[in-house]
């Protein structure tokens, strides 16, 4: 099962990546979209969402890094 690591690791770098990926687009359309004569960012309720999916991402990404630096710095037992 060692051996699968690499890939598993590459796997979670891929998922973080696009998750970044989807707020950063969550916000751009936010800023664009209107509705009920404003911006939607300019919802409370959305601001909220938007902000509990962000610290969402980093805190996987955070996460991800430690994994990252033990996984290169960590033998293989």
């Known amino acids: 099962m060692i051996n699968f690591n ?3 690791l590459l796997l979670c770098m891929q998922t973080s990546r696009l998750a970044r990926v ?3 687009e969550s916000m ?3 800023h664009k979209r209107k ?10 309720v ?3 969402k938007l902000a509990n999916m962000a610290r969402q991402v980093e805190g ?3 996460f991800l890094e430690q994994v990252s630096y ?3 710095k960590m033998d293989d037992n």
């Open 6 to 8: 690499h890939e598993r």
């Open 60 to 62: 996987i990404h955070a």
């Open 46 to 48: 959305i601001r909220s």
């Open 70 to 72: 033990n996984y290169d």
């Open 28 to 30: 751009k359309f936010s």
């Open 35 to 44: 509705t009920f004569g404003k911006r939607l960012i300019d919802h409370p």
């Open 22 to 24: 989807c707020v950063e």
